[in-house]
């Protein structure tokens, strides 16, 4: 018997447990709008309102829309980085919107996040080997050997060598950076990983290359994305679904492939014609056959 709700790329592998990965429900983030020339806060401003959706296990969920559409802030309040104003977040089945400190360090080695820019997400004051071995430090429960052996196993899984270890993050290109820090977001074995902008930053010619370790890591590991990025063509490629943000909402919901073939959105159509059709990416980045 065929199942018929599989659909995406890379979304066969189901536990039977928690299909979902990630799921968030009427999630909204008010901040206070700027105070007026009286010094009274005038009214509140939703960064993000009622925003819901979930992200399965194995899949990539691409969060689009144009710039201050509210998709860091979604990221963000993914893992609780931020606090919601209100809605739920549910992490593989356990709901985290009101969970205390140390539970959320654990929920924080099994979901976790790249960003955009890893010379502000890297300290730079740390050595290489300890940036990638401080999550597992923080969760506890490693011995020495084991940190070793894992930040070991994944510098050369990210394509770094052992003389990388003792570098500081001023000594490394972005793109070591970025490696590193993916390194880091997968030492402790997560399951989802939020990616905000991951590569953004990077210089374009070695854009694709990270994106490809990615996806090998993916398939490897069976991680779930939530991928946020406002270059589609990059979305093309990486996405099983897309997530579409606009002010604060989403507007737009569906399957890669469909929503590619048929936007219902002006706004998406909007987002997807700023592709141009002879960016690099066209070329260089080559979906896996499904
Ligand atoms: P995106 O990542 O899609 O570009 P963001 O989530 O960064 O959008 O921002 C969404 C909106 O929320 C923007 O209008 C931004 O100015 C606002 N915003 C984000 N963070 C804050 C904050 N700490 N205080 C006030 N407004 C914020
Ligand atoms: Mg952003």
Known sequence: MTDTTMTGARNRVRSGIHDTALAVEGLTKSYPARRNLLGRIAESVDAVRGVSFEVRRGETLALVGESGAGKSTVGRLALRLIEPTSGSITVLGDDITAIGASDLRKIRTRATMIFQDPFKSLNPRAQIRYSIAEPMLAQGGYSAADRAKRVATLLDRVGLTSHHLERYPYEMSGGQLQRVAIARALVTDP?????????????????????????????????????????MSLVRVIADRIAVMKRGELVECEDAAALFANPTQEYTRTLLSAIPASHPSRRTFRPAPS
């Open 191 to 231: 399951e989802i990983v939020v990616c905000d902008e991951p590569v953004a930053a990077l210089d374009m010619s070695i854009r694709s290359h990270v994106v490809n370790l990615l996806r090998e890591l993916q398939e490897e590991r069976n991680l779930a994305y939530l991928f946020i990025s406002h270059d």
